[in-house]
């Protein structure tokens, strides 16, 4: 395979796998009422993401009344 091709097969790869775990997390999310529809966007807050981790831990990790929403990932 030339460059060209196995930069293709990477995308490729990496197009599935964005798919296939933004459909488990909205698997898990559905319970609380969220959805994630891009991936990196909608988990930058943290509010997405630590709603799913509540989710999987079966815990409240912390009041969603203490998230800072200025507070941002780059």
């Known amino acids: 395979l030339n ?7 990477a995308d490729e790869r ?5 798919k296939t775990f933004t ?8 319970k609380a009422g969220g959805k994630v529809t891009d ?5 930058r ?3 997405s993401l630590l709603t799913l981790l509540e ?3 079966n ?5 969603k009344s203490k ?3 200025s507070l941002r990932v780059i």
Do not use: Y
Not at 3 to 9: G, M, Q, V
Not at 14 to 18: C, L, V
Not at 39 to 43: A, H, M
């Open 14 to 18: 990496d197009a599935i796998q964005k």
């Open 67 to 69: 998230i800072c929403p």
């Open 45 to 47: 807050d943290g509010q």
């Open 59 to 63: 815990e409240r990790l912390v009041s």
């Open 39 to 43: 991936l990196f966007q909608d988990l």
């Open 23 to 30: 459909k488990w997390i909205n698997n898990h999310l559905r």
């Open 3 to 9: 460059l060209s091709e196995k930069n293709f097969f």
């Open 55 to 57: 989710l999987l831990s």
